[in-house]
Antibody
Framework: EVQLVQSGADVKKPGESLRISCKGSGYNFTSQWISWVRQMAGKGLEWMGKIDPSDSYIKYSPSFQGHVTISADKSISTAYLQWSSLKAADTAMYYC??????????????WGQGTLVTVSS | DIQMTQSPSSLSASVGDRVTITCRASQSINSYLNWYQQKPGKAPKLLIYAASSLQSGVPSRFSGSGSVTDFTLTISSLQPEDFATYYCHQSYTTPRTFGQGTKVEIK
């Protein structure tokens, strides 16, 4: 069974750094991209970017480029999303999702349970 | 970026009703259109991929249609567990984009 398990909720102060994680299991972690998706309270889904764990090639959404860093460690089947200096506006639920691709179609077939990040002074 | 516009933003329906949600892309996305269901406090769940292919394990009352720029998600007979928010999503190009969501509520 494909599973993505994310790190737990975190509360940080503005200006602090943070790295959240997403560990894959039940499949070859390097065979599919991992995306990160933001959902602010009561709002919709926003795609932040994705990483190919096989070579750590990354594509960012222009809306998030420069504000976050996506990385992965294929040796432990884990993808990361990190901030160097958090803002209150980063308060949101963050999901990782596996982007399954079958040589033609791509879709998010498995999702992590979400990590709630709260930034407050 | 490709903009995805869903309509309506919300709807009220009764158990047994036929429900239709539409999604329009700002440019052609072929059939690279997926639909997700999200319940409160839960991660989204894939329902339909490639515009009309039913994900394994998803009830057959869910169906998708459309191509190019106009797409539809249909629930043929609404069940109590279907009250949720539904999102369309294009995987034609990056950045990936989602519709704003359609909340299906109990009438």
């Amino acid at each position: 069974e494909v599973q993505l398990v994310q790190s737990g909720a975190d509360v940080k102060k503005p200006g602090e750094s943070l790295r959240i994680s997403c560990k894959g299991s039940g499949y070859n972690f390097t065979s599919q991209w991992i995306s990160w998706v933001r959902q602010m309270a009561g709002k919709g889904l926003e795609w932040m970017g994705k990483i190919d764990p096989s070579d750590s090639y990354i594509k960012y959404s222009p809306s998030f480029q420069g504000h976050v860093t996506i990385s992965a460690d294929k040796s432990i089947s884990t993808a990361y999303l990190q901030w160097s200096s958090l803002k209150a506006a980063d308060t949101a639920m963050y999901y990782c999702a596996r982007e399954y691709g079958d040589d033609k179609w791509d879709y998010f077939d498995s999702w992590g349970q979400g990590t709630l990040v709260t930034v407050s002074s | 970026d490709i903009q995805m516009t869903q309509s309506p933003s919300s709807l009220s329906a009764s158990v047994g009703d036929r429900v239709t949600i539409t999604c329009r892309a700002s440019q052609s996305i072929n059939s690279y259109l997926n639909w997700y269901q999200q319940k409160p406090g839960k991660a989204p769940k894939l329902l339909i991929y490639a515009a009309s292919s039913l994900q394994s394990g998803v009830p057959s009352r869910f169906s998708g249609s459309g191509s190019v720029t106009d797409f539809t998600l249909t629930i043929s007979s609404l069940q109590p567990e279907d009250f949720a928010t539904y999102y369309c999503h294009q995987s034609y190009t990056t950045p990936r984009t989602f519709g704003q969501g359609t909340k299906v509520e109990i009438k």
